[in-house]
């Protein structure tokens, strides 16, 4: 490290390095590419599955908008009510056209529908590669009656999605 002024070194005197000498500057690329291909290969893993989410939210929202409306219907058939026939799976009676008439929990019993539609039965917009399905169950809670309805979403790569709820005849 120490030069004389005429830049000759002394006896016990190491020269002045100045820079990087190319086996260095090599070494250093070759590192910095490694870690750049192993944190790209991390974000490539990432991407690949950043759709899956979106589809199972989706999912998540239809079946929880399926059960609030169930759970929202009355317990029992009131009097002069509509009867589907959705348990004995008639799709001529049992389908999102009919579906505005439900008026208690057991109409939904075996109503399907291919591709989401709303209440009143019109689709909703980017909803049509999914399918709904609905089993209706007697149930109990504690001692008093219930029914116990599922609600199955599949979305369209064929992932399904089950929410269980619950409707007391209390």
Known sequence: ?????????????????????????????????????????????????????????????????????????????????????????????????TRNRFDDVMDYDGFSMKGIHDVTGDPVIGLSGYLASVSVASATLGAAPAYRFSVTVTDPTGQTLALDGYRAGY
């Open 1 to 97: 490290m120490f030069i004389n002024k005429q830049g000759a070194r002394g006896k016990g005197q190491v020269a002045l390095s100045l820079g990087f000498s190319l086996i260095e500057a090599v070494l250093f690329m070759v590192v910095v590419g490694v870690a750049l291909v192993v944190v790209l290969k991390a974000f490539e893993v990432a991407n690949l599955g950043s759709a899956d989410p979106v589809l199972r939210r989706q999912s998540l929202a239809i079946a929880q908008s399926l059960l609030e409306e169930i759970s929202l219907k009355a317990y029992s058939n009131p009097t002069g009510g509509y009867v589907s026939d959705c348990g004995n799976h008639t799709v001529a009676t049992c389908n999102t056209a």
